[in-house]
């Protein structure tokens, strides 16, 4: 004899399925549809993005491309974001890419930026009109790309006593000392700091054996699920900045006004959120109604 | 001997880290990098021992025709194949006979496969000769490609980059969108209002999902963004340092445990 | 050859000492212009300088006043120019290890942009005339000579103001009264500074038309290394104390004091999780997660491996062990063998058992995934470090209907663990795992100092709140600073 189950019950107990399914409806249809969400900014992303624009030109950056394909629709339009911003500054970048599969996402990042660079444009933050001439970007003269190495710890730690020690050469094998952007770059102490784009467990070696032997300014961009847990160094002053997940992403697009893949994404993510928030009170009410209905029957 | 050797080196390297991490000196430094070098290269050989099981638990697979056995050729394909395009790059403007070269290479490790498991050993181990002669034949004559291992030429292989760009980031970008409809599920039924904590919890989980939500009416979006970052910095870093100030001291007394060799678990003595 | 490669050292020693003396008088030259026609500004004062504290050496900080025509006066004070003096061996040796730059780029190929008559590219027509091999052995020697002649800087130091050059370091913007001159270890390096050789120092104010005033010259200071970093002190104390602490307890242990520990409701299940497994006839599924050997967490991890693998050689149930790290594997086969042996069962155990997998997060998943749904494994325990992959695998396995036991230190994974699994060990639970299991007073004994070590940390603390209310709570903050 099977239970007969009403609909409260079923509200409890839906199938993961129909929430998948709903799920995915709500996102393709959000995503085909063309409107733009107001976006709010947050001190902690508000705090990295001052700080780079406050960097005179010729100042460097290290960028540390630090994550896989798999994190590559939160972090890639921080890089994106980050990235451009300081070139139309004129700040030059040294990456590195600590994770496998890094070097090819920030092969793809420079080739792209480069290509967005070409072109004059305008942007209106702080309340200042910017105008950016188009330009070439040149390796060895606005980046380096030191490529990947195992072990990230190490190098990490290897970088703080020279960049040399590890990656001789760059990524497309040619010697650090022959790049002039690199002339009379040794450590650490010639960059003016480190922004961590990461997608797993470097980061804490970036806090650790970075941050914490070298004491340069850190910043993160992390996905969505970590953030939480990167709180902690934000307060203690280990950590300058954080941006998280796809709305940390589109708070620095907002800020620097210059919106992209970020801001797009973000009315799928809005709305995927109501979904859930949806399935959360489905349950609830279903949970509620269904355990007064046994209390009623209990008396 | 043989168990105490390992415990008394254990002792001396997790000594002079312990003591290193307080002398700045160059001396210090340079037996802290000399240590790292050979954990790396430790590394690289036990790396080796991994694809050696790889192979070994895929072999096994297609021998006893476990379920789905047939994947474990495409995984033991997909690893060696793209060993081939990291080490290979084209010189001049066509390819020439690579393709032939890459059909051999893949012939001799079907080849070897079937050696190891088939009864017929000798005639497999022949095939794997007449394979391998062909590759070694291919690679000699042909100058349109070249094998490289000692620089990163292989790695701009357009072969390579494709199989990287096409397969394995769609691939890996679909895993981690799973997550998408995993939270939802499990926010699904973690989130019931069974008593007054697991309300709190629910309401909080509510308040910072909506924070850039804007389409709330009467100033509610900064209200909801305020409470939201107070949320997150003041209970969750209040509970999160709790946490961090407990992992850390277990770190300690675990550090501590293994290098007195009083913790003998990863020895494999309980 | 080897004649024809000497010859070629000394050629180019010639030309470096030459173009090297042409560069210093070259600026000189052109502070004179400038003092003649421009109005100078005032310069710093009182340049001093120390050895960089607590360091590996090869490290100078300056100290200087600022010019008074820095923001006052005529305020035209722009940068400051920073100079060191420089004996002219090291001068020789800057252009030897400039001349490796060249043989390197003729090794490589990548010559391109060498300007016409500069001194590169004389260098460049003497080492172009060698073949790759002769140029190999020509960079090994002149590393060698690099390195033989700097044990010489030392002494060159003592021969100042003679015989060398003020050498441009860095430049700082105007306001700034101090600067670190951090100096590279590696002798190979240009910014090579050597420990114990007498430096000397000078600041030059310079204005928007570049009119320089020199502060007076500040030496003789030398650089050196520390054996013993005093901004550590804070953590020496802790862990002296702490390992006092978990001595004692280990001792009072030992001599057989009863200790409590609360039961931990993830491990007391692993036993009913294995009977279960039996049972049905299914696998039991043990997920080390994605941290190293080195990790705490997974060192923790192998222990309850340990355990479990030896439950399951007595039970005769199957164990499935995919991992991600291959020392990882190395050392979990080793942990399992050792199990099944203690268990009297060596036979039962089978080398794939642990296996590795792959080192790629999302592909590792994807494997451990397919296991799941495969083998259907009565229990999944996953221990050790987790990452973004901890909810996916955590709800497959729910799905698969499996009972879960989870244990990771990664805060933001614990969350999604407590969610999708049956039982979860929260942080140092894990750590504490092993002591749980064992049962041993010895290890019990470390668990007791963890918790008197919390309580300490409690205490201090709130009497940290307490006296960050008055004006002397920064001496009690001080008391805990590490710099690095």
């Avoid at chain 1, 070097?103 to 009109?129: C, F, H, W």
């Avoid at chain 1, 970088?159 to 790049?179: A, E």
């Avoid at chain 2, 099981?53 to 033991?76: A, G, M």
Wanted: net charge negative.
């Amino acid at each position: 004899m099977t239970e007969h189950k009403n609909i409260f019950d079923r509200m409890m107990s839906l199938d993961r399925r129909w929430i998948f399914l709903f799920l995915i409806v709500v996102c393709v249809a959000t995503y085909t549809a063309d409107f733009t969400i107001p976006i709010n900014t947050e001190a902690e992303v508000e705090s990295i993005f001052n700080f780079l624009d406050s960097l005179p030109e010729g100042d460097i950056v290290l960028v540390a491309i630090d994550y896989d394909p798999n994190n590559l629709a939160e972090l890639h339009p921080m890089t994106y974001a980050v990235v451009e911003h300081l070139w139309r500054k004129k700040v030059k970048i040294i990456f590195t890419s600590l994770s496998q599969l890094g070097p090819a996402m920030a092969d793809q990042a420079i080739r792209d930026i480069s290509d967005s660079l070409k072109v004059d444009k305008t942007y209106n933050y702080n309340g200042v009109e910017h105008n950016f001439k188009g330009r070439e970007i040149v390796n060895g003269v606005d980046y380096t790309f030191l490529g990947f190495k195992p072990y990230y710890a190490l190098i990490i730690l290897g970088m703080g006593q020279d960049f040399r020690l590890n990656f001789p050469s760059d990524y497309y094998g040619t010697p650090l000392d022959d790049l002039p952007m690199m002339q009379g770059v040794i450590n650490y102490d010639q960059v003016a700091c480190v922004v961590d784009l990461s997608g797993g467990n470097i980061t804490d070696a970036w806090i650790s054996y970075g941050q914490g032997r070298f004491n340069f300014p850190l910043m993160l961009g992390l996905t969505g699920v970590m953030v939480s847990q990167y709180y902690p160094f934000l307060g203690s002053g280990q950590v300058s900045g954080i941006m998280g997940g796809l709305l940390g992403a589109a708070q620095y697009e907002e800020l620097a006004d210059n919106p992209g893949r970020a801001k797009d994404g973000m009315r799928v993510q809005l709305f995927a959120h109501y979904v859930i928030i949806l399935f959360i009170v489905l349950g609830n009410i279903g949970f509620f109604m269904s355990r007064r209905k046994r209390m009623e029957g209990g008396n | 001997m043989k168990r105490q050797l390992p415990f008394l080196l254990v002792f001396i390297f997790g000594a002079f880290m312990t003591i290193q991490y307080y002398v700045p000196h160059e001396s210090s430094e340079f037996v802290y990098t000399f240590l790292l070098d050979w954990t790396m290269i430790i590394g690289i050989f036990a790396l080796a021992l991994g694809i050696w099981s790889l192979y070994h638990v895929s072999v096994d697979k297609i021998q006893h025709k476990k379920e789905n056995w047939i994947y474990s050729y495409v995984t033991l394909f997909g690893l060696f194949i793209m060993v081939v395009f990291g080490f290979s790059y084209k010189v001049g403007d066509s390819w020439g006979m690579y393709p032939l070269f890459v059909i051999a290479l893949m012939a001799l490790l079907y080849c070897l496969i079937h050696a190891s498991i088939s009864r017929s050993k000798g005639f497999w181990l022949g095939l794997s000769g007449a394979a391998l002669a062909v590759s070694f034949g291919v690679a000699f004559f042909d100058d349109s490609w070249k094998l490289a291992f000692m620089t990163s030429e292989g790695l701009k292989n357009t072969m390579f980059t494709n199989f990287a760009d096409f397969v394995l980031t769609p691939i890996l970008a679909t895993m981690f969108a799973l997550l998408a409809f995993f939270i939802a599920s499990a926010a699904y039924r973690a989130f019931r209002a069974r008593n007054v904590l697991a309300s709190l919890l629910l309401i909080a989980a509510i308040i910072v999902m909506l924070r850039f939500n804007p389409y709330m009416p009467f100033g509610l979006p900064e209200l909801v963004a305020e409470t939201s970052s107070w949320l997150m910095n003041v209970p969750n870093l209040a509970a999160q340092r709790a946490i961090v100030i407990g992992i850390g001291l277990g770190i300690v007394a675990t550090s501590l445990k293994v290098i007195l060799g009083i913790e003998r678990g990863y020895m494999g003595k309980g | 050859m080897k004649v024809k490669m000497l010859l070629a050292v000394f050629l180019l020693l010639a030309i470096c000492s030459n173009s090297y003396a042409q560069d210093t008088t070259a600026e000189g030259d052109t502070t004179a212009i400038s003092v003649d026609s421009l109005r100078l500004p005032a310069p710093p004062g009182n340049l001093s300088g120390r050895d960089k504290p607590n360091d590996h050496g090869h490290a100078i900080i300056l100290d200087w006043e600022l010019s008074p025509d820095d923001g006052g006066g005529s305020n035209s004070v722009l940068r400051y120019d920073i100079y060191k003096w420089v004996p002219q061996l090291m001068l020789d040796i800057n252009l030897v290890r400039d001349s490796i730059i060249i043989i390197q780029k003729i090794i490589r190929k990548t010559t391109d942009g060498i300007e016409e008559g500069s001194q590169a590219d004389s260098m460049l027509k003497v080492f172009s005339k060698f073949s790759k091999d002769e140029l190999f052995d020509i960079r090994n020697r002149l590393t060698d000579h690099i390195k033989a002649e700097n044990e010489g800087l030392a002494e060159a130091s003592k021969s100042y103001p003679e015989n060398g050059a003020w050498l441009f370091i860095d430049k700082k913007p105007s306001g700034t009264k101090t600067f670190d001159h951090i100096g590279s270890k590696e002798f190979k390096s240009k910014g090579f500074v050597p420990d114990y050789a007498d430096l000397y120092y000078r600041v030059d104010a310079v204005t928007i038309t570049g009119a320089k005033a020199s502060s007076e010259i500040f030496g003789p200071i030398q650089s050196s290394g520390q054996w013993y970093n005093t901004y550590r002190t804070p953590v020496v104390f802790s862990v002296f104390l702490f390992t006092i602490l978990t001595v004692f307890y280990v001792m009072r242990a030992k001599q057989g004091a009863d200790l409590y520990v609360r039961p931990l409701g993830g491990i007391e299940a692993v036993d009913d999780a294995i009977g279960r497994a039996t049972e049905m006839g299914r696998p039991i599924l043990y997920v080390l997660g994605l941290g190293s050997a080195a990790d705490i967490a997974t060192i923790a991890s192998f222990t309850i491996l340990g355990r479990v693998a030896k439950k399951v050689a007595e039970y005769q149930t199957e164990l499935l062990v995919p991992t991600y790290d291959p020392i990882v594997m190395t050392v979990a086969q080793e942990v399992v063998k050792s199990a099944y042996l203690d268990a009297g069962r060596p036979d039962a155990y089978k080398e794939d058992t642990v296996h590795f997998v792959t080192q790629s997060q999302f592909a590792y998943v994807a494997a451990v995934n397919g296991i799941m749904l495969r083998e259907l494994p009565a229990t999944n325990v996953y221990m050790g470090k987790f990452f973004a992959e901890s909810l996916i695998l955590a709800e497959t396995g729910a799905l698969a209907g499996s009972i879960q036991i989870s244990g990771t230190d990664e805060i933001a994974q614990i969350p999604f663990f407590i969610v999708a699994c049956d039982y979860t060990l929260i942080g140092e639970e894990l750590y504490a795992a092993s002591a749980y299991l064992g049962k041993d007073p010895v290890l019990l004994g470390s668990l007791k100092a963890q918790d008197y070590a919390k309580a300490a940390i409690i205490i201090l603390a709130v009497i940290g709140v307490i006296v960050a209310q008055f004006d002397f709570g920064h001496y009690y903050v001080d008391l805990f600073e590490v710099v690095n």
